[in-house]
C-alpha cells in the first residue's frame, strides 16, 4: 500500500533486450512510449526533426536517436535501413503534426496530401521497411506494430480533413497488415488516442469554448495524459496481448461512447 492505504496496481512489464523504434519520440505522446519500454528494460530509439538529441531542451539520454522527415520517403528509407541492420521487436508509428497549428489549411489540396503522407503513407513506408527485421524477432509474444490513431478515426473534426482522413485510413491499413503479416509472426495493432494534454495540444485545450463541451462528453471527466497512451501501447505488444491483432484500443475516457 501507498502512504494513502491504496494498493498499487500498476502493470509492470519486462521488456529486457526488447529492441524498439518510437518515431516522433522526442515529446508528447512518443515520449511516454519511449519512457515507458527504458524503463521497462528496452533498448530504445526514437526520431525526431532535429539534427541531434542535442537540440532538443529536454533529457534525451539514454536513447538512440535518428532524424526522420516522415515527408521524405528516403528519409522514412534510412531509419528503416538502420532498423535492419540492429534488428527490432516493435514498432510504434507515431510521428506526425497538426498542420492547421502551423497555420496550414488541409482543405488546400497540396496541404491535404501533405497529411496523407506524414500519418498514412509513412507509417505504411516504415511497417513495410521494417517488415523483414520485424519478422527475425524472438520476442515473446511476436513482434509489434503499433499505429496511434485518434479520435478523428471515428468522428469528422473540421478543422482536419486530411488528419481525420489519414487516421481513418490507419484503422484500415492495421487489419490489412495484421492480415498478411500473422503469417510473419507480426502483430499488428493501433490506439486510438482520445483528447490528450500535449504541447501540440496545448493551445486547443486553452481554449474554453472547445475544452469545456470536450470535457463535459468525456465520462472521465478528464483530459487524457500522455502516460495512459503509453500504457495501452505497451500491453498491446505485450506477451499478454499475443492473441490479439488487427484490432484498434480507444483510450479516450469514454469520450467515443458518449451521445
Not at 538502420?82 to 488541409?106: F, H, K, Q, T, W
Not at 521494417?130 to 511476436?142: F, R, V, Y
Not at 500535449?198 to 486553452?206: E, G, I, K, N
Request: aromatic share 6%; with cysteine.
Amino acid at each position: 500500500m501507498d502512504e494513502e492505504g491504496r494498493m498499487p496496481n500498476t502493470a509492470r512489464y519486462d521488456y529486457s533486450g526488447a529492441r524498439v523504434l518510437v518515431t516522433g519520440g522526442t515529446s508528447g505522446i512518443g515520449a511516454a512510449i519511449a519512457a515507458g519500454y527504458r524503463a521497462a528494460g528496452a533498448d530504445v530509439t526514437i526520431t525526431g526533426t532535429r539534427a541531434s538529441v542535442d537540440d532538443y531542451a529536454d533529457d534525451l539520454s539514454g536513447y538512440r536517436y535518428h532524424r526522420l522527415d516522415v515527408e521524405n520517403p528516403a528519409s522514412v528509407a534510412e531509419v528503416a535501413a538502420a532498423a535492419r541492420e540492429s534488428g527490432l521487436d516493435i514498432l510504434v508509428n507515431n510521428a506526425g503534426m497538426a498542420l492547421p497549428s502551423l497555420g496550414l489549411d488541409e482543405y488546400q489540396p497540396d496541404i491535404f496530401a501533405r497529411a496523407i503522407e506524414m500519418h498514412l503513407t509513412s507509417a505504411f513506408r516504415m511497417a513495410h521497411g521494417c517488415a523483414d527485421a520485424l519478422a527475425q524477432s524472438k520476442l515473446e509474444g511476436g513482434a509489434s506494430i503499433i499505429g496511434i490513431a485518434s479520435m478523428s478515426s471515428y468522428f469528422g473534426i473540421g478543422i482536419v480533413p486530411g488528419y481525420g482522413a489519414a487516421k481513418t485510413g490507419l484503422l484500415g491499413l492495421t487489419r490489412v497488415l495484421a492480415l498478411e503479416w500473422a503469417k510473419r509472426n507480426i502483430r499488428v495493432n493501433a490506439v486510438a488516442a482520445g483528447l490528450t494534454e500535449s504541447r501540440m495540444t496545448a493551445s486547443t485545450f486553452a481554449n474554453p469554448e472547445w475544452a469545456e463541451p470536450t470535457l463535459a462528453r468525456t465520462p472521465a471527466g478528464r483530459l487524457g495524459k500522455p502516460e495512459d497512451i503509453a500504457a495501452a501501447v505497451l500491453f498491446l505488444t505485450s506477451a499478454g496481448a499475443s492473441w490479439i491483432t488487427g484490432q484498434t484500443l480507444p483510450v479516450d475516457g469514454g469520450f467515443t461512447i458518449s451521445g
